[in-house]
DNA sequence: TAAAATAAGTTAAACGTTTAACCCAAATTA
DNA sequence: TAATTTGGGTTAAACGTTTAACTTATTTTA
C-alpha cells in the first residue's frame, strides 16, 4: 500500500504538497493539484489513519458504552440504538467503538480500555449507567453525549424518546375509538420513562373531560417484565372490571397483559382492548398483534451522533437535548367501540 | 494525560527503558523495572495507540462486515455474534469495527472505509456477502475469516453450524415421542445450512428406519420467512394428512406453520407437535412456546474471534472450520405420543 | 525603480511509540 | 593480565502524517 511519499515522487513535489492538496488547501494551484490527484489515484492512496493520528492528535474513534445488562437484554433495543449510531457515524468519518462495563460499575474498577489508551474523541452513553462511571469519564476530559438516560447534570447533549407524547397519543387513540375506562398499567412507576408515560396519559384523560382514580387505573409493581404485567392487570380488573381498554406502559408488561386475558379467556379485542408501547418484535406474534406506540431506536442512534459530531467540533455546542417523536402502530388489538352493537340488557 | 517522556523523566531513565519495562523485556534490572513502574503508577500512564500504532504497523483493530440485510434484520442474529466477537476481542486487546456493505455490493464500490485507511489488522465476514468483497479483501492482503458462511475457498478459518447435527438432533426428538410421520418443511433448499438440516433429517429417518418419502414430506418455497411456512404446510397437509409432527427448517417458517394450525383450530401439541430451528425471540410468546434448536450465536461470534486472533499471529494457522454445536429446547410444543391415549375407533 | 505584497511551494519539527544498534562497566575466561 | 563475554542500559532512527515557518519567484504598489 502506498504512502504519501510514494505520492509526492510519483507527482515530483514535496509530501507536504501531498498533504495539502488531500486537504483542498488553496496555496496550491490547479495544475499541481491536478498533477498530485492523479498521482494519488494511480497509487490508489488513502492516508493512513495511524500517521493522521499521530499528529492530529485525534482518533477518528467515538467510544459507545452500554452496561452489560442492556448489553444482554433479550429485546435488542440498545443495539439498534448503536447501529444508527454506526451508521451515521460514516457520514462524519467517525469510528464506533462498542464497549460494555458492569451495572455495577465501581470508581475502583478500570475505565474502558479505549479511554485509557486515548482511543476515542468523545464517548456516547447509552441507557442507564452507574454514575461512577460518568465521573470516571469526566476525568479524561472526554466530551460525553447520552441516548436514553437522563444525565446527572445539563451539561450534556442527550437524545431522549418523548414518552409524554407518546403516552397521550396511545390514550388519545383509545378515546377516539370510544373507550372511556382506560386502565393504565406501570411497573416501576419511579422510572422517568414510565413516569412520563403516566403524565401523557392523564393529560389525555383529563383533555378528554375523562375522569379517572388513580385507584382504580392505576397499579404499581416494581419491575417491567411479562410476568408483573401479568400480575398487574389480574389486581386491576378484580378492582374494576368497568374497564374497557388498557394502556401497558411498555410491550413487555403489555404481552403479560395479553397473556392474563387470552387464559380468562377474555377477548382481545373484543372484550378488552390492549396497547403497548416500544414497539418490540414480539408484538407481531401475538394474536392479534399488538398496537403499539413505536419508538425509532435506530433514529436515535443517528441524532445522537450527531450531537456527538457538533460537540467535537465546536467544544461549546449548546448542550442540545432532543426528544425523538414516537409514532402509533394500530394492528388490531383495539376496538372501536363506536361500531360495537350494544350487547341486550 | 502523562506520556512514555513523562514517565522518563520521573523514574530518571531513558524512554527506551521505560518501553522495555512495559514489554517486560528482560533486560532491564528488577531494581530499575521497580523505579518504572513505580513512575507509571504515579502518572497513570498508559501507552497510546496511536503512537503504538505507527510504529508497529499495527492497528489493534479487526473489521467486522456485513451485509445492509442482514444488519437490517428484524431478528437480531449476527448483532448476537457480533456481540460474542466484541466480547472475546477484548482478551486480545482487539477493538472491533462494524460496517455495513450493500448486499449487491460491485467490484466498483469503494471497499469499507476501514480497509482504505489501513485501520484494521484483520476482517471478520459474518453471513452470505457478494464474493467480489472479498476478491476485494483479498487484494489488501488481510487475513480474513468467515462466520456463519461458506467461503468460496478452503484457504480461511470459519464457524459455522452444525446444522446436519441439529437436523439429526429435531428429528431424533420426535422419534423419541414416537412419531413415525413426521414432515419436513424448507423454504430455500438451494442454502447450504437448509439443505444440511434436512440431510439430518433425512439421516435420522434412515437410522431409525423410518420410512419417508420425499413427495410427501417436503415443501419447497423459494423464501423461509413466515409466511411461506404459511403456504408450505398448508400444501403439506393436502397431500398428507396423516403427519403428526412437523419438523420446520427454521422458527420463521415455524411460526407460520403455527399461525396456519391455529387458524384452522388445529392444536399444538395435541394433534400436530411442532419443533422449529434457531431459537428466535419470537418464539417465547407463541402458545405454547415453540420448541426449537437453539444456535449458539453469540458463541460463534466468540470462536471466530479465537481464530481471528491464532491468524493473526501465525499466518500460516490452520486453516481450521468450526462447527458449532447446537442444543434442542424443549417447551412444550411437542406431543409424546406414547403417552397419548388412543381415540376409540 | 525599489519596496512590498502575494502566490506557490518546500523544509523541518512534531506527534508517541518501538527496537536495532550501540555503549560501557563489571565479570569471566584463557 | 589481556581479551572476551555479559548485564543493563542509552541513542537514534523509524513509522506516516500535519503544519508553522520559511523560501523563492512573480506581481503589485508607490
Avoid at 101 to 118: A, C, G, M, Q, T
Avoid at 140 to 168: C, H, K, Q, R, T
Amino acid at each position: 500500500m502506498s504512502t504519501i511519499k510514494d505520492v509526492a515522487k510519483e507527482a515530483k513535489v514535496s509530501i507536504a504538497t501531498v498533504s495539502l492538496v488531500v486537504h483542498k488547501h488553496n496555496r496550491i494551484s490547479a495544475e499541481t493539484s491536478k498533477r498530485v490527484n492523479k498521482a494519488i489515484k494511480k497509487l490508489n492512496y488513502h492516508p493512513s489513519r495511524s500517521g493522521r493520528r499521530l499528529v492530529s492528535q485525534k482518533t477518528g474513534n467515538i467510544g459507545f458504552i452500554l452496561t452489560d445488562d442492556h448489553f444482554l437484554r433479550s429485546e435488542p433495543f440498545y443495539t439498534r440504538i448503536f447501529l444508527g449510531t454506526e451508521f451515521e457515524a460514516r457520514n462524519y468519518e467517525y469510528y464506533i467503538l462498542l464497549t460494555t462495563i458492569p451495572s455495577n460499575y465501581d470508581v475502583k474498577d478500570h475505565p474502558p480500555r479505549f479511554i485509557l489508551e486515548k482511543n476515542v474523541d468523545g464517548v456516547i452513553i447509552a441507557g442507564k449507567v452507574p454514575v461512577s462511571i460518568i465521573s470516571q469519564i469526566e476525568k479524561y476530559n472526554l466530551p460525553i453525549a447520552f441516548v436514553d438516560f437522563y444525565p446527572p447534570s445539563n451539561e450534556y447533549p442527550v437524545v431522549l424518546i418523548d414518552n409524554i407524547s407518546g403516552g397521550m397519543a396511545a390514550t388519545q387513540f383509545l378515546i377516539k375509538k370510544n373507550h372511556k375506562n382506560i386502565g393504565f398499567i406501570a411497573g416501576d412507576i419511579g422510572h422517568p420513562s414510565i413516569y412520563d408515560r403516566f403524565r401523557g396519559y392523564k393529560m389525555a384523560m383529563d383533555y378528554a373531560g375523562l375522569d379517572f382514580s388513580e385507584l382504580n387505573y392505576i397499579v404499581d409493581e416494581n419491575y417491567t417484565a411479562r410476568e408483573n404485567g401479568y400480575n398487574a392487570v389480574k389486581k386491576l380488573l378484580e378492582i374494576n372490571n368497568d374497564i374497557t381498554a388498557i394502556f401497558a406502559c411498555n410491550d413487555a408488561m403489555a404481552i403479560g397483559v395479553v397473556q392474563f386475558l387470552n387464559e380468562k379467556g377474555i377477548s382481545i379485542p373484543n372484550d378488552i382492548s390492549v396497547i403497548g408501547f416500544d414497539d418490540v418484535e414480539a408484538d407481531l406474534s401475538l394474536d392479534p398483534p399488538l398496537s403499539s406506540v413505536r419508538v425509532p431506536k435506530y433514529e436515535m442512534g443517528i441524532e445522537v451522533m450527531k450531537l456527538m459530531a457538533d460537540l467535537l467540533k465546536n467544544k461549546d455546542a449548546t448542550k442540545k437535548k432532543i426528544l425523538v417523536s414516537v409514532e402509533l402502530i394500530d394492528r388490531g388489538s383495539v376496538m372501536d367501540l363506536t361500531l360495537k352493537i350494544p350487547m341486550p340488557a
